[in-house]
């Protein structure tokens, strides 16, 4: 919801430029999740619904631990579960906190149709406005990674807000202050990146040779970050991306075609007059009608 | 007393050919301003034609619907008269000479000439497409697999772009070839404008009114 | 908790064994987080299932139910051939040296004493040889043949790699690497702390594998160290206040002890208790019990206990024999209870054998339920369909709902697992017509008084005499209750050594347990509290959380139970001279003249380090014992024994001694052994245990948690799923002896079945928390399954390994 003061660097379907003059010293925040530290306790899911003032239903168990089974507009995170046997034999339970990854190019902004409906702060959180947002469901379609969800309420789209309400008054996101174990973390991009290396090394030095930070390229890098002992297989942490991207069928859909095709349309109402202006009507004259005439009489 | 100065007529559409048709347009067009107001944010604006974003979002399928339905009827009626014939590919060689108003010099033409067929075709296929495609993307019914949707969002641009393109086409014809609007206002075309533009419908028509 | 929560963060192995501690503690288990990160400390989970806690563990090990002796036992013997224990400890602070008694045996898996019919031992040869001077015999040499060393060494050499694959089915590759990991830690400089709670204790033989635990610790030199101890993380946020308050049946508050019948005469009950040393110069702190019980009599009868009436002795019951749940829901059963109060407890949905329970409820005149919310137990009258098919119209028990309060709305004092005294306050008013425990029990007892008064009664003294000094006596305050525990002087008390000067004023707040005294002049309501409000007031509202030594020992954070000491037995993480076996982690050390350092000494303060007095100050001995002496009821040595519901029918260290198949001392009532099953009608091992998303049975009244964890589900192994047919989200039966449920099957790769004894066993693991209560998706009660049967000392049932049959609903 647009209760906000911070500063916004990109806008959903807004061609003119948003105001950029202030530079804000923080710079991009990010938060980071240690999988390898997450315990799947969900109190991070049930601080989201108290802060937010969500309330999902109450659902039925389907044979697993992720409860609700999916986000939902009313859950903005969930945990999943994934059970994986590795090449030793071993079984590791990949727990991950599953929500909007608040891309640096989001998919979400890209494919809205709705001015101000989706906006990125200069801090890089991506947050609905959900007051401009008109329910048509293309940030879903935008989305690399499957997170918005259209509200059958309201027929608003809804996710995580990186708690923006929360970063603009210097706390930070209600899910990181209630995490036990200190596995989700939040700082600026730069501390969190750091961070993340310490953590991988400890990994490391604990024989997960292929640790490693998420934050893919494909979509600029991301201000939700991970920590994970798999970094090579994200695809193991229920199907994390291993490249993220906004879907080339978006890119094209909202890239070049539009120009393209709002060129062509007004180029043929173009062609339309100029033909009529040098070349004139097609005009029906008097002496066609006799010609008619004739014709029958001839007859 | 009248008869001598005004030119004698044909019929062309009937009155429910014409509501018809109307319809057709009408609906059309409020679906390709609402639908261009979804496309760029430049035309964002339009959306206030069906009373804002949220409802333009919310009417813009159900229009559609209708529009399809009267769209299907309306084809269906004028299915038979669109039918592709050897003439209409010479017709469509003489392209240049349609386009400087040298009918003179072109095959004889029956109820429809080359062009409003290859748009009648056009048309159809668009709306097919944009009814399929427009259902993948109605969000308030249907639920996809995203792959799905994206296909849909794309195919349903595209066919929206194909059919925007060729009625604008179609309504500067109608523009431009005087005397074509009163065929689909009050339902008949003089004598004259039938024997221009039409000449081999014109024949057939008089030819039955005289026996 | 030897330690504490956050003195987690010092270990460098932690072994997480017998609980679940990310599910069941997840704020308290970021301290085992932070010893990761901070300390590369490498965790342990051994489980029968693979649960949130293993998914965060470096090793994993399964383990059959219960058979967490044979695991722990084999640890000892390994630690024991390998010689990876640490020497000076042991010696010095261990009763290993100690000589046995000559007629203590062990034979057929039964320890010298046994009396079979009676189910009971004569504990009498299970102690150690005295010599002229009355003190034990010791042999420094550990060579002595019935040394401790020497015995133990014998008793678990049993326990090979080979028997602890063969019976608790861990692949010994897996044995042996936590045997090494744990082994690390035997130098002095390294230390693994162990958390524990219902996977041990919720066992026919719990408390025997909690002593295995220790006794391991003790030969790794763990015990009294930083980072270190056998760390019970306790259950309800305020359980370990309930057990130092005494709320036991036969506990009176700070461990003391009810006398029971044969103790009519307080001298004899105080000899018994009033411990004289074993050893030259020993503590034995159990020497001041007097003091203490004096100090809690004056608290409760104030002026009518008296040196003549010898301090009210006679207003105390005499018990013929436990009260416990068990015993209570048996007398019920049996139609020989009346009435029953359930405070804050929901017994039909947490007691074994639901079906008993029931029966019990449903013989009673009235049961008065105290509680925020509705229960299981306050509606067992009510059908509730397959889950409660009670018939009402054949009820006739009165049902009285007193609604009560919540924790946060009230003031008070709650007792963390790691003894500290945390002060809350209020955050809420109260919703309605509740009203505080306090309130409703005062009232309570003020109405039964004046009954008392008007009618007499066979023996009025107790409840009139009863001293009741609150300002308001229909609602007693927090804050007078706190004063009460802590104590306070009586008269103007003078310094023993100098008479002269009083070292507090009649009606002061004392400052400690040490200047309470057993000639009437103190009042104490929890000698172990003392001092929690003292003469500066209410130490356990501080939250001065700064850590000068960085290993997180805040003693300006609350106040801990005894004396503000965050780690007993500290006086054992410094060597003979004083220094501290770790230098990195200092906790205390002699300094010349006194004891010093981050903690409060659990010592004589100004006795030196090589006075020859021991560490273990509670014990008469002095130091901590491998040999229990008569102190449990099945045995000086921790011996495994089969769960009562066996999935072999014998124990297979035993197999031709069918007494010794399980625990030969527990107490088991006829008819609760007339109904349990056998493996070939319930070939299926079940255990129940919580989930992190829920609070046993009252979470599933609250939405949030509703929505996190909806419907009851039971837990099964991809195998044994694809034996009976079973699809991952299809509703399985899950029957007992006792009765049956009926829930979404969890099919996971997380239990895999397990080889034991050359059979494969398949466990079931079954969550706790549904009811036909609350707005969660209605379930069924767990404990229709679970077995009627206790722990030998102390009765916790054995919820954690029982025979089940699974089949496709
Ligand atoms: N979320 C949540 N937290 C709670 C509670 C709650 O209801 N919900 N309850 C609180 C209370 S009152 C208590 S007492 C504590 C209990 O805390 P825990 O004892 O940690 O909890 P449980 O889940 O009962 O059991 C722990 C584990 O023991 C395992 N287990 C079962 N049998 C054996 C065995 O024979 N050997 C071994 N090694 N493991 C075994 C089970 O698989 C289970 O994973 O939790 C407290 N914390
Ligand atoms: N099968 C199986 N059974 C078990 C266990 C197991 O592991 N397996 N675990 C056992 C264990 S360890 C425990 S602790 C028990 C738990 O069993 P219970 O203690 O019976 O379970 P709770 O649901 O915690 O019940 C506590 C009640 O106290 C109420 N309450 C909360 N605050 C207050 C208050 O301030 N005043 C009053 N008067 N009431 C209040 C709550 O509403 C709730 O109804 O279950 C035991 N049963
Ligand atoms: C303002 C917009 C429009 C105007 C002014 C207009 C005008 C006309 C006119 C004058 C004709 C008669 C041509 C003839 O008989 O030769 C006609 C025919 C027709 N119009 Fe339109 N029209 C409009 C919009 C549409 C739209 C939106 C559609 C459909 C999508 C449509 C479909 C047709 C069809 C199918 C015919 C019959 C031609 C054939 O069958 O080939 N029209 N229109
Ligand atoms: C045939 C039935 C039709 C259906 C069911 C349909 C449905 C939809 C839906 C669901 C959307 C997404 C926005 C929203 O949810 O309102 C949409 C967008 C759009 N529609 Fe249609 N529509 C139909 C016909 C048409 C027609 C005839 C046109 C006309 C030209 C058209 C042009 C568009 C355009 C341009 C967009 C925006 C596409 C974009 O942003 O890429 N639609 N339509
Ligand atoms: S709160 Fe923290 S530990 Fe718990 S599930 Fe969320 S991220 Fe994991
Ligand atoms: S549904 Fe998504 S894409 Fe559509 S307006 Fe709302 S936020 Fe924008
Ligand atoms: S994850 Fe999806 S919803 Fe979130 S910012 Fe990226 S594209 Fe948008
Ligand atoms: S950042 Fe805020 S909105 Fe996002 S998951 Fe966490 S609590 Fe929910
Ligand atoms: S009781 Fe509260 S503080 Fe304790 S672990 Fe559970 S959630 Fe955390
Ligand atoms: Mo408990």
């Given amino acids: ?299 | 007393m009248s008869e001598t100065t005004r030119p004698r007529t044909l019929p062309r559409y009937s009155a429910s050919e014409r509501s018809n048709h109307w319809v057709v347009a009408i609906t059309f067009i409020l679906l390709a301003l609402s639908g261009l107001a979804f496309y760029h944010p430049a035309f964002f604006f339009l959306s206030d034609l069906l009373g804002g974003g949220y409802w333009a979002r919310v009417l813009h399928p159900y229009i559609g619907v209708v529009f399809f339905v009267c769209f299907a009827v309306l084809a269906l009626r004028l299915a038979r008269h669109n039918a592709w014939e050897a003439k209409d590919a010479q017709w469509l060689k003489h392209f240049p000479d349609v386009l400087a108003n040298r009918e003179e010099h072109l095959p004889e033409v029956g109820r429809y000439n080359a062009l409003q067929k290859a748009l009648f075709y056009v048309l159809v296929l668009s709306a097919v497409g944009l009814l399929l495609s427009g259902i993948g993307l109605w969000r308030a019914w249907f639920s996809l697999p995203v792959g799905v949707v994206r296909a849909a969002a794309l195919v349903h641009a595209a066919c929206a772009f194909v059919a925007i393109t060729s009625i604008i086409v179609h309504i500067y014809a109608a523009i431009w070839v005087k005397g074509s609007v009163r065929a689909m206002t009050r339902g008949d075309v003089t004598w004259g404008w039938a024997w221009r533009h039409h000449r081999a419908w014109f024949r057939q028509m008089v030819k039955g009114a005289n026996e | 908790m030897t330690n504490h929560w956050v003195d987690i963060k010092n270990a460098d192995i932690i072994l997480i064994m017998g609980g679940n501690a990310a599910e069941a503690h997840p704020c308290g288990f970021k301290w085992v987080t932070e010893a990761k990160a901070h300390r590369g400390a490498k965790l342990i989970v051994v489980d029968p299932r693979f649960t949130r806690s293993a998914s965060v563990a470096d090793v994993y090990a399964p383990i059959r139910t219960g058979t967490d002796i044979v695991f722990l036992g084999g640890v000892i013997r390994y630690l024991l051939e390998k010689d990876q224990i640490q020497h000076e400890y042991v010696r010095n602070y261990t009763d290993l040296s100690f000589i046995v008694r000559e007629d203590f045996s062990f034979e057929n898996g039964l320890f010298s004493g046994y009396d079979a019919e009676k189910r009971r031992y004569d504990k009498s040869s299970w102690d150690y040889e005295r010599g002229e001077d009355g003190y034990v015999k010791t042999d420094p040499t550990l060579q002595h043949p019935r040394c401790v060393y020497q015995l133990m060494k014998q008793h678990y050499a049993r326990y090979t790699p080979e028997t602890v694959e063969r019976v608790c089915g861990t692949p010994q590759a897996k044995f042996l690497q936590i045997c090494e990991m744990l082994a690390s830690t035997a130098p002095a400089n390294r230390v693994a702390t162990i958390l524990y709670a219902l996977g041990w204790a919720q066992h026919s033989i719990g408390a025997q594998i909690i002593r295995t635990a220790a006794m391991m610790q003790l030969l790794l030199g763990n015990i009294g160290m930083p980072g270190g101890g056998i760390n019970a993380l306790r259950g309800h946020s305020n359980i370990q206040g309930l057990t130092d308050l005494g709320l036991m049946s036969n506990l009176l508050p700070g461990y003391l002890t009810l006398p029971n019948e044969a103790e009519q005469e307080l001298p004899q009950y105080l000899a018994a208790r009033t411990l004289k040393p074993l050893r030259p110069n020993q503590m034995s702190y159990w020497q001041n019990y007097p003091k203490f019980f004096v100090s809690l009599m004056k608290a409760w009868w104030g002026k009518a206990a008296t040196a003549e009436n010898n301090w009210a002795y006679d207003y105390l019951p005499k018990l013929d024999k436990l009260y416990d749940l068990l015993q209570v829901v048996e007398l019920m059963a049996q139609g020989k209870m009346n009435g029953y109060i359930c405070q804050g407890f929901n017994p039909l949905a947490a007691a074994p054998n639901k079906a008993k329970v029931l029966e019990g409820l449903a013989k009673l005149k009235y049961l008065v339920v105290m509680d925020p919310l509705a229960t299981e137990t306050s509606e067992f009258w009510r059908n509730a369909g397959e889950s409660n098919p009670v018939d009402p119209s054949k009820i006739q028990t009165e049902v009285f709902r007193l609604p009560t309060t919540c924790f946060a709305e009230e003031d008070g004092s709650l007792v963390n697992s790691g003894r500290w005294l945390q002060w809350h306050w209020k955050g809420a008013e109260p919703p309605g017509e509740a009203r505080s425990d306090i309130e409703i029990m005062a009232e309570l007892f003020l109405r039964i008084r004046e009954r008392y008064r008007r009618e007499g009664g066979a023996f009025p003294a107790p409840i009139l005499d009863l001293w009741w000094p609150y300002a308001n006596e229909a609602n007693p305050t927090p804050e007078e209750l706190a004063k009460e525990y802590s104590g306070k002087a009586l008269v103007d008390l003078p310094d023993p050594k100098d008479p002269a000067r009083i070292v507090r004023r009649a009606g002061e707040q004392l400052a400690g347990f040490a200047e309470l005294r057993d000639d009437g002049s103190t009042a104490c309501g929890c000698w172990i509290f003392s001092g929690s409000w003292g003469p500066t007031g209410n130490l356990m509202a501080r939250r001065d959380n700064s850590d000068p030594t960085g290993i997180g020992q805040t003693l300006g954070w609350s106040w801990a139970w005894p004396a503000n000491r965050r780690i007993l037995y500290n006086r054992a993480s410094a060597d003979l001279q004083g220094r501290p076996f770790d230098p990195q982690r200092k906790l205390i050390y002699w300094n010349g003249k006194a004891w010093a350092g981050a903690d409060v000494p659990d010592f004589k303060v100004d006795e030196p380090p090589d006075s020859g007095m021991g560490p273990f100050i509670m014990n008469p001995e002095g130091v901590a014992r491998f040999f229990a002496r008569a102190g449990m009821a099945e045995g000086p040595f921790p011996e495994h024994y089969e769960p009562f519901e066996t999935p072999l029918g014998y124990n297979p260290l035993h197999p031709k001694t069918p007494a010794a198949t399980s625990n030969p001392a527990a107490r088991v009532f006829a008819r609760d052994l007339a109904d349990m099953g056998k493996v070939e009608e319930f070939p299926h091992v079940a255990t129940t245990y919580r989930l992190t998303e829920h609070f046993h049975y009252w979470t599933k009244n609250v939405r949030l948690n509703a929505i996190v964890q909806p419907e009851q589900f039971v837990e099964i192994g991809e195998a044994l799923a694809k034996e009976l047919g079973i699809a991952n989200g299809e509703r399985v039966k899950v029957s007992s002896k006792r009765g049956y449920i009926k829930a979404v099957a969890l099919v996971t790769k997380r239990i895999r079945p397990l080889t034991i004894e050359g059979k494969t066993v398949h466990h079931v693991g079954i969550p706790i928390h549904w009811g036909f209560v609350g707005i969660a998706k209605p379930g069924f009660l767990a404990n229709t399954l679970t077995p009627s049967v206790g722990d030998g000392n102390i009765q916790t049932p054995e919820f954690k390994s029982f025979l089940v049959k699974v089949e496709k609903a």
Avoid at chain 1, 167 to 172: D, F, H, I, T
Avoid at chain 1, 194 to 206: G, M, P
Wanted: hydrophobic residues 35%; glycine residues 8%; negative net charge.
């Fill in chain 1, 1 to 299: 919801m647009a209760l906000q003061s911070l500063d916004i660097k990109r806008r959903s379907a807004t061609t003119s430029p948003t105001p950029s003059v202030r530079e804000p010293s923080v710079g991009a925040v990010a938060k980071l999740i240690d999988v390898s530290k997450c315990i799947g306790c969900k109190a991070c899911q049930t601080a989201c619904m108290e802060w937010n003032d969500l309330r999902d239903e109450i659902g039925t168990n389907i044979g697993v631990y992720d409860n609700p089974a999916d986000l939902t507009e009313h859950s903005w995170t969930v945990m999943r579960f994934a059970e994986y046997e590795n090449p030793q034999g071993d079984l590791e339970w990949l727990i991950r906190k599953d929500g909007c990854m608040h891309c640096e190019d989001p998919g979400c902004l890209k494919a809205c149709p709705s001015p101000g409906a989706i906006v990125q702060y200069a801090n890089g959180i991506v947050d609905f406005h959900e007051e401009n947002c008109i329910g048509c469901g293309y940030c879903v379609t935008g989305c690399p990674f499957n997170v918005p969800r259209l509200s059958k309420k309201d027929h608003k789209a809804y996710k995580c807000t990186l708690c923006s309400d929360r970063v603009a008054v210097g706390q930070e996101p209600a899910c990181v202050k209630t995490c036990p174990t200190g596995a989700i973390e939040f700082g600026t991009k730069e501390e969190m990146k750091e961070h993340a290396q310490a953590r991988i090394a400890d990994l490391k030095s604990r024989g997960y040779a292929n640790a490693g930070l998420y934050d893919p390229a494909g979509v600029g890098g991301t201000h939700v970050m991970y920590v994970l002992h798999h970094a090579d297989q994200p695809t193991l942490y229920s199907g994390l991306p291993k490249d993220p991207q906004i879907s080339p069928t978006v890119s094209l859909w909202k890239g070049v075609a539009k120009p393209l095709s709002m060129a062509a349309m007004a180029l043929a109402a173009l062609v339309g007059f100029f033909h009529y202006m040098r070349v004139g009507p097609a005009e029906t004259s008097e002496e066609d009608e006799h010609r008619a005439e004739k014709e029958v009489s001839h007859e």
